[in-house]
């Protein structure tokens, strides 16, 4: 069964820093998502990208955040300056098409920002 | 925006019991619930999901019912195994973006 997947696992990084996450969703799928979960608490939707485009984003994605699809496979998701509140772990999703409601989630990268 | 609560924030049970976890959403424009497993250090995966057309579902063990009227959904999973222990989030999203308010999650713990 196709599976989203995410790289790096872990990521530490000093504060400051940029850091880029990177994301392969499902191939034919046309929906893309960025989601964080802080440890311990609740999946917090941060952004979603459809047709090249943000589509709907979170007031958690504020001038720091930043999406891509450089290429027809990869979705990234940058961070332009980390604050240690970024530390969190960070899913990407991907959806089907508009008459499909499942998202399915990729295992997650874990940033530390020290 | 939709504000989606979840009760109780942690259920321990025997194995063979059944267990029930209860949320409330706010935005009558929700119409697809989804609930999602997620063990310790994984990806959140979907168990089960209902539709705002129908008040009830079954997959084997596990059962979800919606009330539109109150604004409420429950997830039932009937005997319980140890490998059901895990945190349920149940969300809601409305169609369109499908894109999905969490709840604080329950953890789930079935004692052997």
């Known amino acids: 069964e196709p599976e989203v997947t995410q790289t790096p696992s872990h990521q530490v990084t000093q504060m400051g820093q940029e850091v880029i996450l990177r994301c392969v969703p499902i191939s034919n799928h046309l929906y893309f998502y960025w989601y964080r979960q802080i440890l311990g608490q609740k999946v917090e939707f941060l952004v979603s990208f459809y047709n090249n485009e943000i589509s709907e984003k979170s007031e958690i994605f504020d001038d720091q955040f930043s999406v891509e699809r450089p290429d027809g496979s990869n979705f990234t998701l940058k961070i332009r300056s980390t604050k240690l509140e970024d530390s969190a772990m960070y899913f990407c999703?991907?959806?089907?098409?508009?008459?499909?409601?499942?998202?399915?989630f990729g295992p997650g990268t874990r940033l530390t920002v020290t | 925006g939709e504000n989606v609560e979840q009760h109780p924030s942690t259920l321990s049970v025997q194995e063979g019991d059944s267990a029930v976890i209860k949320c409330t959403y706010s935005?009558?424009?929700?119409?697809?619930f989804p609930w999602y497993k997620q063990e310790l250090g994984k990806r959140p995966q979907l168990i089960i999901d209902?539709?705002?057309?129908?008040g009830e579902k079954k997959d084997q063990r596990i059962a979800v019912t919606l009330n539109k009227t109150a604004k409420h959904f429950s997830l039932h999973i009937t005997e319980t195994q140890p490998e059901d222990s895990a945190v349920y989030f149940c969300?809601?999203?409305?169609?369109?973006?499908?894109?999905?308010?969490f709840g604080r999650g329950t953890s789930l713990i079935v004692h052997p």
């Open positions: 935005d009558s424009a929700s119409n697809y």
């Open positions: 969300a809601a999203s409305r169609g369109g973006s499908y894109i999905p308010t």
């Open positions: 209902i539709r705002s057309n129908v």
């Open positions: 999703a991907s959806r089907g098409d508009g008459s499909s409601y499942e998202q399915y």
